[in-house]
């Protein structure tokens, strides 16, 4: 922020206020529009499709013939819908909001539409860096502030370019000048019942192209109902949009065209398909995503090279010395599975290294040309991931990177070099499951794929990828256990810890198993390498404490088996998840959950699948909202 752009007077204001930190919002959603109809219960289905990525309150406004009206409600759009119902609202422009707020309280006065003075109101995403020092501006400028959110400034600073004459255009293109961080927003004005102005800045935002209408939204999941055709935003884009057409203008203010794109998704892809939670629903699909990953990609016992990564790829891996993993959450837990596979001396044979994106772009990484740098996410919109990769792009811009992506036309695709598509399918639960097994056998391709230019024997690219096509049908195996799991929920839904082992590939296993838990049914629930239990957690274990260990047929087993017998002497509750060939003593503390029978390299792929069930069915004994967890977003889209 540059101080001397303001009078002397407000310099300090500005120095002191630039000190504290701005409100943070994760993954709120928008929903805007122009239609023939009436565009609110348009607005409002399209909202409602946003609802997993998590929010606490909601709200609308619209250009109708009394001026701009706006309803905002903290809770869900339920709730909204109610008010609604007291207070209906016509109109054929219109923008909702669901907000999910991390600083600033969650309340109806901090609850998107933000408007100004009555004449302009707007909806955003992302965060306005700079939003106390423009605050102290406007105040100066005698408008008055309701909210504690960044989002505020936006509508007055919009309202003060649009009071000076002009379209509500120029006054959003002007107003964005101001702006610093990352925004996606929605506008509208009192003047203009037929149109809306929406703005990307590093923060996503399609327009959808309706038959009776034109829209704009987070994702496109929120259109998919009324269309299929989008267009994707690029970053600093102004679309200035009506009913029957709409213009996009880029940063620099010029005309473009951006192409439009048809969307795979259907509507059947976002709702629940008879299951109770999108979560169950996504488990249960893992089989078929896993074979979406492989089908097309994998030939007579080979990895199609260019079919799976582009027609760059062969080059790029020929020239690759290591591999650095970048991620967050589940996808980290994924590429920790990935590192095993990449340093095994039979496989890729490549120095692998993993890390959490946050940690990873603070600790000054030396950038090497010749390291492939993957960056995973289901979203492709994980900010931190994100910043990365563009970090990786313009330290060292002659190194490669790749995502591993869920989301076509996401950030991290448009600005990977090569892109994998995992094709999961929407993943709406905020509790990410198939994006992980779908991730874990991209994966074993990417792991593949480099073994071939590093002396990995032919025979061995066939074995490995005979077992990976045997997956999906190990999945659907392992998926019949729900019933054994479901009765084993009730029990465990009444403690408040749980430990999780594993060892090997199956530690990340143990992790990811772990994270499920304490996400969806709020255990605090740990995972720890089997043999890290007697160097601390081991005084943690009593009769209370559930220990739920991973156990496949491997080298390992035997010292898993001793870790195992540590747990039972301190009377902990042993849960063995193992494969049939483990001989396991049994004893009344002890329950073994019997895997299905699978080649140990891709074990972790399908053994991952049991303990995400036992999670989803402990947050069901619990009563907990498995789909959206208490205070959790689907993606995170700011640091
Ligand atoms: O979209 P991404 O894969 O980049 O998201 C990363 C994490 O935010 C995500 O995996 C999160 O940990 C999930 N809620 C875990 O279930």
């Given at each position: 922020?540059?101080?001397?752009?303001?009078?002397p007077?407000?310099?300090?204001?500005i120095?002191?206020v630039?000190?504290?930190?701005p409100e943070?919002?994760?993954?709120?959603?928008?929903?805007?529009?122009?239609?023939?109809?009436?565009?609110?219960?348009?607005?409002?289905?399209?909202?409602?499709?946003?609802?997993?990525?998590?929010?606490?309150?909601?709200g609308?406004?619209?250009?109708?013939?009394?001026?701009?009206?706006c309803?905002?409600?903290?809770?869900?759009?339920?709730?909204?819908?109610?008010?609604?119902?007291?207070n209906?609202?016509?109109?054929?422009a219109?923008?909702?909001?669901?907000?999910?707020?991390?600083?600033?309280?969650?309340?109806?006065?901090n609850?998107h539409?933000?408007?100004s003075?009555?004449?302009?109101?707007?909806?955003?995403?992302?965060?306005?860096?700079?939003?106390?020092?423009?605050?102290?501006?406007?105040?100066?400028?005698a408008?008055?502030?309701?909210?504690?959110?960044?989002?505020?400034?936006?509508?007055?600073?919009?309202?003060?370019?649009?009071?000076?004459?002009g379209?509500?255009?120029?006054?959003?293109?002007?107003?964005?000048?101001?702006?610093?961080?990352?925004?996606?927003?929605?506008?509208?004005?009192?003047?203009?019942?037929?149109?809306?102005?929406?703005?990307r800045?590093?923060?996503?935002?399609?327009?959808g192209i309706?038959?009776?209408?034109?829209?704009?939204?987070?994702?496109?999941?929120?259109?998919?109902?009324?269309?299929?055709?989008?267009?994707?935003?690029?970053?600093?884009?102004?679309?200035?949009?009506?009913?029957?057409?709409?213009?996009?203008?880029?940063?620099?203010?010029?005309?473009?065209?951006?192409?439009?794109?048809?969307?795979?998704?259907?509507?059947?892809?976002?709702?629940?398909?008879?299951?109770?939670?999108?979560?169950q629903?996504?488990?249960?699909?893992?089989?078929?995503?896993?074979?979406?990953?492989?089908?097309?990609?994998?030939?007579?016992?080979?990895?199609?090279?260019?079919?799976?990564?582009?027609?760059?790829?062969?080059?790029i891996?020929?020239?690759?010395?290591?591999?650095?993993?970048?991620?967050c959450?589940?996808?980290?837990?994924?590429?920790?599975?990935?590192?095993?596979?990449?340093?095994?001396?039979?496989l890729?044979?490549?120095?692998?290294h993993?890390?959490?994106?946050?940690?990873?772009?603070?600790?000054?990484?030396?950038?090497?040309s010749?390291?492939?740098?993957?960056?995973?996410?289901?979203?492709?919109?994980?900010?931190?991931?994100?910043?990365?990769?563009?970090?990786?792009?313009?330290?060292?811009?002659?190194?490669?990177?790749?995502?591993i992506?869920?989301?076509?036309?996401s950030?991290?695709?448009?600005?990977?070099?090569?892109?994998?598509?995992?094709?999961?399918?929407?993943?709406?639960?905020?509790?990410?499951?198939?994006?992980?097994?779908?991730?874990l056998?991209?994966?074993?391709?990417?792991?593949?794929?480099?073994?071939?230019?590093?002396?990995?024997?032919?025979?061995?690219e066939?074995?490995?990828?005979v077992?990976?096509?045997?997956?999906?049908?190990?999945?659907r195996?392992?998926?019949?256990?729900?019933?054994?799991?479901?009765?084993?929920?009730?029990?465990?839904g009444?403690?408040?810890?749980?430990?999780?082992?594993?060892?090997?590939?199956?530690?990340?296993?143990?992790?990811?198993?772990?994270?499920?838990?304490?996400e969806?049914?709020?255990?605090?629930?740990?995972?720890y390498?089997?043999?890290?239990?007697?160097?601390?957690?081991?005084?943690?274990?009593?009769?209370?404490?559930p220990?739920?260990?991973?156990?496949?047929?491997?080298?390992?087993?035997?010292?898993?088996?001793?870790?195992?017998?540590?747990?039972?002497?301190?009377?902990?509750?042993?849960?063995?998840?193992?494969?049939?060939?483990?001989?396991?003593?049994?004893?009344?503390?002890?329950?073994?959950?019997?895997?299905?029978?699978?080649?140990?390299?891709?074990?972790p792929i399908?053994?991952v699948?049991?303990?995400?069930?036992?999670?989803y069915?402990?947050?069901?004994?619990?009563?907990?909202?498995?789909d959206?967890?208490?205070?959790?977003?689907?993606?995170?889209?700011?640091?």
């Open positions: 922020m540059d101080g001397d752009r303001f009078p007077s407000l310099r300090k204001v120095t002191d630039l000190k504290q930190q943070k919002k994760i993954m709120c959603g928008i929903v805007g529009g122009v239609s023939n109809t009436n565009v609110i219960p348009i607005l409002i289905d399209g909202l409602e499709r946003l609802e997993y990525r998590g929010y606490d309150s909601a609308v406004a619209a250009v109708t013939p009394e001026g701009i009206s309803l905002r409600r903290l809770g869900k759009i339920e709730v909204l819908r109610e008010a609604l119902e007291e209906p609202m016509s109109a054929l219109g923008i909702v909001h669901t907000r999910w707020a991390t600083h600033g309280k969650p309340s109806e006065k609850a539409p933000h408007v003075q009555a004449a302009i109101a707007v909806v955003h995403n992302g965060i306005i860096e700079n939003h106390v020092a423009l605050r102290a501006v406007l105040r100066e400028k408008y008055e502030f309701s909210s504690d959110t960044d989002t505020e400034v936006i509508a007055h600073l919009v309202n003060e370019q649009w009071k000076g004459g379209s509500l255009l120029s006054a959003v293109q002007n107003a964005v000048q101001e702006l610093e961080g990352a925004y996606s927003i929605a506008v509208i004005s009192k003047n203009d019942p037929e149109n809306i102005v929406a703005v800045m590093k923060s996503p935002l399609v327009i309706g038959k009776n209408g034109n829209f704009v939204a987070s994702d496109v999941s929120a259109l998919i109902s009324i269309t299929n055709q989008f267009v994707y935003l690029e970053d600093g884009d102004v679309a200035d949009i009506y009913q029957a057409h709409f213009v996009v203008y880029d940063k620099t203010g010029k005309k473009v065209e951006r192409p439009i794109k048809v969307s795979d998704l259907s509507p059947e892809d976002v709702s629940r398909g008879g299951f109770l939670h999108f979560m629903k996504e488990i249960h699909e893992q089989p078929d995503a896993v074979s979406r990953v492989l089908d097309g990609r994998v030939k007579d016992g080979k990895v199609l090279i260019e079919e799976a990564f582009g027609n760059k790829a062969a080059k891996f020929a020239r690759t010395e290591a591999v650095q993993i970048i991620a959450g589940t996808s980290h837990y994924s590429s920790l599975v990935a590192r095993y596979w990449m340093e095994m001396e039979s890729a044979d490549i120095p692998c993993v890390d959490v994106a946050s940690e990873w772009r603070y600790r000054n990484p030396r950038l090497h010749r390291t492939l740098y993957v960056f995973i996410s289901q979203s492709g919109e994980t900010a931190d991931t994100l910043a990365c990769l563009n970090m990786v792009k313009e330290g060292k811009p002659e190194a490669h990177t790749i995502t992506c869920n989301v076509p036309e950030s991290m695709t448009r600005e990977a070099e090569l892109t994998f598509l995992t094709k999961a399918g929407a993943e709406i639960g905020v509790a990410s499951t198939k994006a992980f097994t779908t991730q056998a991209a994966l074993m391709l990417l792991t593949l794929a480099l073994g071939r230019t590093r002396g990995m024997t032919a025979k061995k066939a074995e490995v990828i077992s990976l096509l045997t997956v999906p049908e190990k999945l195996e392992a998926l019949l256990l729900d019933g054994e799991l479901r009765l084993l929920a009730p029990g465990f009444k403690k408040e810890h749980a430990l999780y082992l594993g060892r090997g590939s199956e530690y990340p296993i143990a992790l990811e198993g772990s994270l499920k838990m304490k969806i049914s709020y255990i605090h629930a740990e995972g390498p089997a043999g890290e239990l007697k160097h601390g957690p081991l005084a943690l274990v009593n009769e209370e404490m220990v739920i260990a991973v156990a496949p047929n491997d080298v390992l087993v035997e010292k898993l088996q001793s870790n195992l017998k540590e747990v039972r002497a301190r009377n902990g509750q042993l849960f063995i998840f193992a494969s049939p060939d483990v001989k396991i003593d049994l004893d009344e503390g002890t329950t073994v959950i019997a895997l299905p029978r699978v080649d140990e390299l891709v074990a399908v053994y699948v049991p303990l995400q069930l036992l999670a069915h402990v947050a069901v004994a619990r009563g907990n909202n498995v959206q967890p208490r205070n959790l977003a689907k993606s995170v889209t700011v640091e």
